[in-house]
Every structure is written in structure tokens, then in C-alpha cells.
């Protein structure tokens, strides 16, 4: 419990410093993604000089121009490509907005996606169906039959990879809990290298990472 002390700590933190969006305020972008994606948000008089056409969009509000900056899968990612600023506009005008469905969502939301949650509702929304997992355990190089079927109490997937091997994965889960208990299962059986696989209305997506939280901190500070 006390490793995981820090994380919540962050949680909490995080919590605090995305954009959080009112229901009076919800974006609505259908050339994002279905999946949780995040946006640079920057109110500016101007664009950069640097700024590709396709990377950004511009919308009016009552404090002038709104520019919605990326498309990102993490915080990570979107960390690590923050725009270059204009000239005169501060950390203060930039906030970063996290979208699901292609509506904006608030902080906690966020949190509810990024986590590895799935058994609740969030503001009467269907997140609990959202999240989802499954445990990658072999890659082979031809598909493989019965073996497996007898070596494994979950249903079976696979995955055919760019070079035509077969990635096998086993089970689909709603519990990370679950999930990482049949992983350390495989291992013993002889899959070292089983791993939990997570998901997000059936897209593969990244398991929280605690260095995307600490670094979203020490930018904001």
C-alpha cells in the first residue's frame, strides 16, 4: 500500500491542474477520435508562426481566441509536445483538456479512464463498460492449435503483427486485479513475459503510467 502512496498523491494533484470542463461548457470535436485523447488548450490573439494548419483549430469565446492544440493518446505524449507559445502568452492561458467520444470531460473523468476503473458510473455516463483487459502471454511464428486451448482456462485471441507472427492473449477481463492474478497464472506455466493488456471501448491503450503524472506536476509548477 505505501508504493502506491505517491500515485494517489498525484492523482489527486492532477485533479486539480487539467481543465476541468462544466457540463454548461462541453466541446464537441467529431475529427477527434472515439477514444480519450487530450488537446493543448491556449487562449492567444494569435497563432505561432510554427503551428502547422492540421495541428490546431480556432474557436471564439468571450475572451477572445481559443486555440485546441494536438491530439494526444497520453499525458506523456502530450507533455512532451507542448507547443512553442506566441509571443506574450503565458503557462496561465494553457491548460490541458482531455476528450472521450469526442467530448470534452472533466478532470475526474479523466482519471476514471487513465485509471484502471471500470466498476462505476461516472456522472451517469457508461464508463464502467469502458475499460477492459486482457493478458498477452506469446508471440509464435505460425498459428498455433489445441495446445494452447488445454494450457489456458480463458478464451484465446490473437493478433497477427506486421512481420506475420501471431500474438497470443488470453482472457477478457473488468477487473485489473483479475487480470494481473491470471498473468502471474501464465508465468508459472511457463510465459514468462505475460502481461496485462488494457483497453478502452475495445481500443488498446496505454496502462497508467506514474512518470506521466509526476512530469504533468513538475510542468505545471
Do not use: C
Not at 496502462?207 to 513538475?218: G, N
Request: net charge negative; proline share 5%; glycine share 4%.
Amino acid at each position: 500500500m505505501k508504493a502506491l502512496a505517491p500515485v494517489f498523491f498525484v492523482l489527486i494533484l492532477l485533479l486539480t491542474l487539467v481543465s476541468a470542463v462544466s457540463s454548461q461548457h462541453k466541446i464537441h470535436n467529431p475529427e477527434l477520435p472515439k477514444h480519450l485523447v487530450f488537446q493543448w488548450r491556449i487562449e492567444t490573439p494569435q497563432v505561432d508562426a510554427s503551428w502547422k494548419n492540421d495541428d490546431f483549430s480556432i474557436v471564439r469565446s468571450s475572451d477572445g481566441l481559443v486555440v485546441y492544440f494536438g491530439e494526444y493518446r497520453s499525458l506523456e505524449q502530450a507533455l512532451d509536445n507542448l507547443p512553442k507559445l506566441p509571443s506574450g502568452v503565458n503557462k496561465a492561458a494553457v491548460t490541458l483538456v482531455p476528450f472521450f467520444n469526442q467530448r470534452s470531460i472533466s478532470a475526474q473523468d479523466a482519471l476514471v479512464l487513465l485509471g484502471n476503473q471500470n466498476d462505476r458510473d461516472v456522472n451517469g455516463d457508461i464508463y464502467e463498460e469502458a475499460v477492459s483487459f486482457t493478458v498477452y502471454f506469446e508471440t509464435f511464428e505460425t498459428p498455433q492449435g489445441h495446445r494452447l486451448v488445454d494450457e489456458t482456462s480463458e478464451m484465446l485471441n490473437f493478433e497477427v503483427l506486421p512481420n506475420y507472427h501471431y500474438a497470443y492473449s488470453a482472457g477478457l477481463f473488468g477487473s485489473l486485479d483479475k487480470a494481473e492474478t491470471y498473468a502471474q497464472e501464465l508465468q508459472t506455466k511457463g510465459y514468462p513475459f505475460a502481461e496485462v493488456n488494457k483497453y478502452l471501448n475495445g481500443q488498446k491503450v496505454a496502462m497508467i503510467d506514474e512518470f506521466q503524472l509526476y512530469a504533468y506536476v513538475q510542468w505545471i509548477d
